[in-house]
């Protein structure tokens, strides 16, 4: 079965930054998408930023536009979010999720109802 494991999160003062990893295992075929996803108490589930496999297409909330930077290493079966200039805001938790949908949907993708797969979760606080 599929399981995604996410790393990572914690305590940063804002302007810090972060590197969240993915573990990805138990399939056969890699997933034609990964991507980030973040829920703050009360909140939805928004799409943070996610990579189509093939050609390695990425997509990114407002949000976070220029402050983070989503890639993949396919041989470590590994997804990563770098997160820079940490704001208070950006506090929340942190979730993995993998989708088998091929076609590059582009921003639609964004929402969380685009995938089918997800981790645990990690936690990332960001304090002013």
């Known amino acids: 079965q599929v399981q995604l494991v996410e790393s990572g999160g914690g305590s940063v003062q804002a302007g810090g930054s972060l590197r969240l990893s993915c573990a990805a295992s138990?399939?056969?075929?890699?997933?034609?998408?990964m991507g980030w996803f973040r829920q703050a108490p009360g909140k939805e589930r928004e799409g943070v930023a996610v990579?189509?496999?093939?050609?390695?297409?990425?997509y990114y909330g407002d949000s976070v536009k220029g402050r983070f930077t989503i890639s993949q290493d396919n041989a470590k079966a590994t997804l990563y979010l770098q997160m820079n200039s940490l704001e208070p805001e950006d506090s929340a938790m942190y979730y993995c999720?993998?989708?088998?949908?091929?076609?590059?949907?582009?921003?639609?993708?964004?929402?969380?109802?685009?995938?089918?797969?997800w981790g645990q979760g990690t936690q990332v606080t960001v304090s002013s």
């Open positions: 999720g993998a989708d088998w949908t091929p076609v590059d949907g582009g921003t639609d993708m964004l929402y969380a109802n685009s995938f089918h797969y």
């Open positions: 138990g399939y056969t075929y890699s997933p034609y998408w």
């Open positions: 990579i189509y496999r093939s050609p390695g297409t990425t």
